[in-house]
């Protein structure tokens, strides 16, 4: 089992920045992905950025050029960076980990948008 605890959401203005961070605990393979999903008020779940245990990383179209995904393999830790915020990132961030054909969630951390 592995245990994801997200961190960082909070409440900004239009254009702000903010950094994400999940730490990852348990029975954690070498090779695996580690990302970020989101869910938007009345939507599904989307992929935001995923970045595997060799370091490649893959976005959404929506956040090429303003977040940025990195992980620290050592402390199992994923962060997702967010610059020029808009009011269509608001949602709940949630970290995602997956490894072995199993995916891992956290519960989810709230970023909003609002000036």
């Known amino acids: 089992q592995v245990q994801l605890v997200e961190s960082g959401g909070e409440l900004l203005q239009p254009g702000g920045s903010l950094r994400l961070s999940c730490s990852a605990s348990?029975?954690?393979?070498?090779?695996?992905?580690m990302g970020w999903y989101r869910q938007a008020p009345g939507k599904g779940r989307e992929l935001v950025a995923t970045?595997?245990?060799?370091?490649?990383?893959n976005y959404a179209d929506s956040v090429k050029g303003r977040f940025t995904i990195s992980r620290d393999v050592a402390k199992n830790t994923v962060y997702l960076q967010l610059n020029n915020l808009k009011a269509e990132d608001i949602a709940v961030y949630y970290c995602?980990?997956?490894?072995?054909?199993?995916?891992?969630w956290g519960k989810g951390t709230l970023v909003t948008v609002s000036s």
């Open positions: 995602y980990e997956r490894q072995s054909y199993t995916n891992y």
């Open positions: 348990g029975s954690i393979f070498s090779i695996n992905t």
């Open positions: 970045v595997t245990s060799g370091g490649s990383t």
